[in-house]
């Protein structure tokens, strides 16, 4: 039988890099060459615009918004090595992965022309600036301000579309993580007056010639879909837009723990699995 070969174009969050993850980087791409993986993006979190933005664990840790960039340009730094490195072992694309809030915008396109990545994961965590994906606590803060889930939902894909077109990230990034905290997120999704935004995001996803993360990040928590889930899934596969997994991985244990798993879903859902990559050559 002829089984693809595991890749992601969304993953290696470090705990080098990254407060919320573990592991050195080196570690990371050592475990994605002994997993079989055939090449992988590498895709940090972009450091924050200002301290109003760096998240409680951060904080805890000593640090403000300028340690976090200088951080992140060793990130860059070490990654680039990481890739010379291992380039006989496995193809890295080095990247990082965007945020929208207040200024994050322009600040990515300033990191895009001083870093110039390989490509970037555009995501999105943040509605009215509050970080939604942090804690329910967060979410339910976020969908307050928002008049409710109706109105969460519709901020967050207003958002989404806003940064995919000021952007143009070679790579959308779990595009319905705004289920996150939400239980009945199945019925919320297909709301006609949700569905139509998401069907209009994907539209911009096609026009550009994108690529989307079918991100499997809710796997490791035990949940049953990826991001993304089985309507819009349908739906982008229908819209012949390319899908990629994405293992968001944040430390060695979940490298390729749930990649098999996705790549049968992908195939059941008659997506091609000849994965398109995220990147000409790497640099």
Known sequence: MNVPNPVSVHG????????????????????????????????????????????????????????????????????????????????????????????????????????????????????????????????????????????????????QYEMIRELKPRVVGHLDIIRIYDPGYRSQLVKPVIWEKIVRNLKLVRQLNLILDFNLRPLSRGETEPYLSAPILQKANEMGIDIVPGDDSHGVDTIGAYMFNAIDMLKAAGVCTTWRKPADEPQ
């Not at 207040?102 to 600040?107: A, V």
Request: net charge negative; with cysteine.
């Open 12 to 159: 290696g969050h470090s705990g080098q890099f990254c407060g919320h993850a573990k592991d050195s980087l080196e570690e990371i791409v050592k475990a994605y060459i002994d997993h079989g993986f055939l090449w992988v993006g590498i895709t940090e979190h972009m450091p924050p615009v200002s301290d109003a933005f760096v998240y409680p664990e951060e904080k805890s840790a000593g640090l403000d918004a300028n340690a976090i960039k200088k951080r992140f340009a060793g990130y860059m730094i070490t990654c680039r090595h990481l890739q010379a490195k291992y380039a006989d072992d496995i193809r890295i694309y080095v990247g990082f992965e965007t945020e929208f809030y207040s200024g994050s915008l322009d600040f990515a396109k300033t990191l895009i022309n001083t870093f110039s990545p390989d490509y970037v994961v555009g995501s999105v965590h943040h509605v009215k600036d509050i970080p939604f994906d942090y804690s329910q606590r967060c979410y339910d803060e976020a969908a307050d301000c928002c008049g409710g889930l109706d109105g969460l939902y519709a901020a967050y894909f207003d958002q």
